[in-house]
């Protein structure tokens, strides 16, 4: 079973910049979420998808973050204008299904370095 | 969400037993306990949960407290490979919703 895949694995932008990350969860599972981890910590929920809907956003800087999940399969998050305090690991994982406990896989993230 | 305390850091040797503990101790009586754990440069990966019993599989044991105010994760014979991040977790709501701390960082000395 292949795992979460998520594109880039890396990227290096200006400050103001845009930028857009790619997260394709394991085939079959309903529910996505992103997350951000600053170095030393832990990740942080930014939001939450069931199939194509939004199930918990509350922690999404909505200034300048944005997330779909077109079809309920892949889904992208943006962030426009980036700040430094932006730099950060962009994990994506999926579960099976919501409210019952499905073990979370997790992706490898990507890294984003604001300059 | 409830919260969890854990050591900032522990050391092993290699093929030894390690404990890592971890406080919980306003848990409510419908909170999962959660092991996740992340290796150097890559995602978390699912450990072990529980609810009261405790529990085995083949990555680990959890043994929680009676009161459950607090578990133990229990890496049977440590390797090389088992050095990493373990965030212990506490998860009660339908959503399915993971609040991870900081975890503690395991080290394995060979």
């Known amino acids: 079973e292949a795992g979460v895949a998520q594109s880039p694995r890396y990227k290096i932008i200006e400050k103001r910049q845009s930028v857009a990350f790619w997260c394709n969860p394991i085939s079959g599972h309903a529910t996505l979420y992103w997350y951000q981890q600053i170095l030393g910590q832990g990740p942080k929920l930014l939001i939450q998808?069931?199939?194509?809907?939004?199930?918990?956003d509350s922690q999404l800087p909505k200034d300048r973050f944005s997330a779909e999940r077109l079809k309920g399969v892949d889904s992208t998050l943006k962030i426009q204008p980036a700040k430094l305090e932006d730099s950060a690991v962009y994990l994506c994982?999926?579960?099976?299904?919501?409210?019952?406990?499905?073990?979370?896989?997790f992706g490898p993230g990507t890294r984003l370095t604001v300059l | 969400d409830a919260k969890t305390t854990q050591p900032n850091s522990m050391e092993s040797n290699e093929e030894e037993p390690v404990h890592l503990p971890c406080n919980h101790s306003t848990i409510s009586g419908t909170d999962y306990i959660h092991w996740y754990r992340q290796l150097p440069s890559q995602g978390p990966e699912y450990v072990i949960h529980g609810l009261t019993s405790n529990v085995n599989n083949r990555m680990a044991s959890l043994a929680i407290a009676e009161d459950r105010k607090s578990s133990t994760l229990i890496l049977h014979r440590a390797t090389l490979r088992d050095a990493a991040v373990y965030y212990c977790?506490?998860?009660?709501?339908?959503?399915?919703?993971?609040?991870f701390g900081k975890g503690i960082t395991l080290s394995v000395r060979p």
């Open positions: 977790i506490l998860e009660g709501g339908a959503n399915s919703k993971l609040t």
């Open positions: 998808f069931q199939n194509n809907g939004v199930v918990d």
């Open positions: 994982a999926s579960t099976k299904s919501w409210g019952s406990f499905n073990e979370q896989f």
